[in-house]
């Protein structure tokens, strides 16, 4: 796992959190630095939010360290040991690479309800969005060439961090580690057309997630960010995370009455009004677009589109 910088002397770049905590064990002389960084602060996403009560602390404790280091007398090359690493270097991927599982969420905006036909549901809609279509940032959506209608959907996306089953909706945020943005990705095709809809929501690359996981204590209310989405520059999507139908602590409280919670679990909370379908005439995702959806306080997605080629 890798930690942007705040501005400062390395404003921009990338720590790398388990070499950080390496280097600074190696400094105080603790012993096997390497072997304890990987306990502790272990680099690979899934093994980071499986044990995320105790991989929070030392990934805050390794950019303490790294903050420090500039008035250390001791203090090592932070570039020269990998500690930190420039951001032209550094390849950002999906900050949950393999979920254990993808919730999606039904019509959990109203206005987006009613433009797909519909009303606002009284509980919350569940869906399953298949694993493997996660990609990460600046890669690559590939519309399948069985489909003719593919389109967009931004959301904010939740990362659990905690095994939970039964939540209280009162608390229920506490099981999550941070949060991301997603394009839940669909084909129209098949998930209306054709009542498809598991295929139609989880074909390859359907998933793009990033660029970034911000920890929960970073975002004191989920629900007051600005979501929008652009599709080749132009504006197409624009709401707030209070519009939500259903709170994110209610969707994770009503999962949790049916199904175990586990760390790694994504969990997408709906779109908002402005889907491709809904436009007249529709306007589907088509080679050569760039998709760019953006949360406030956490960032932009950006995904471009190609077709398959066989
Ligand atoms: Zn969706």
Avoid: W
Wanted: aromatic share 6%; hydrophobic share 45%; proline share 8%.
């Amino acid at each position: 796992m890798g930690a942007l910088l705040p501005p400062g002397p390395h404003a921009g770049d990338v720590v790398d959190l388990n070499r950080a905590l390496a280097v600074l064990h190696a400094l105080e002389d603790v012993g096997a630095p390497e072997a304890q960084a990987d306990s502790l602060l272990p680099a690979e996403p899934h093994a980071f939010l499986r044990q995320f009560a105790r991989t929070l602390p030392a990934a805050q404790q390794a950019l303490q360290f790294v903050a420090e280091a500039s008035e250390r007398y001791d203090a090592p090359d932070l570039v020269r040991t990998g500690v930190v690493l420039p951001r032209r270097s550094v390849r950002l991927a999906a900050p949950v690479p393999r979920p254990g599982k993808i919730l999606g969420v039904a019509r959990n905006y109203s206005a987006h309800a009613a433009e797909a036909g519909g009303s606002a549901p009284l509980e919350p809609v569940l869906f399953l969005k298949a694993p493997s279509a996660v990609i990460g940032p600046e890669e690559e959506i590939v519309l399948p060439k069985h489909s003719q209608a593919v389109d967009y959907e931004g959301e904010l996306a939740v990362v659990i961090g905690r095994v939970a089953r039964h939540l209280p909706e009162e608390g229920a945020l506490e099981v999550v580690a941070g949060y991301t943005v997603a394009n839940d990705v669909s084909a129209r095709d098949y998930q209306n057309v054709r009542g498809q809809h598991f295929i139609g929501k989880s074909c390859d690359t359907f998933a793009p997630l990033g660029p970034s996981l911000v920890t929960r204590d970073e975002i004191s209310d989920p629900h007051d960010l600005s979501i929008r989405t652009f599709l080749s520059g132009e504006l197409v999507q624009s709401a707030r995370t209070k519009e939500m139908v259903f709170p994110i602590a209610r969707i994770l409280a009503f999962a949790s009455k049916l199904m175990t919670l586990e760390p790694g679990d994504v969990l997408l909370t709906g779109t908002p009004a402005g889907v491709g379908m809904a436009r007249k005439p529709p306007r589907y995702l088509q080679e050569g677009d760039v998709v760019d959806v953006e949360i406030e306080r956490i960032g932009r997605l950006r995904s471009f589109v190609t077709v398959e080629r066989s």
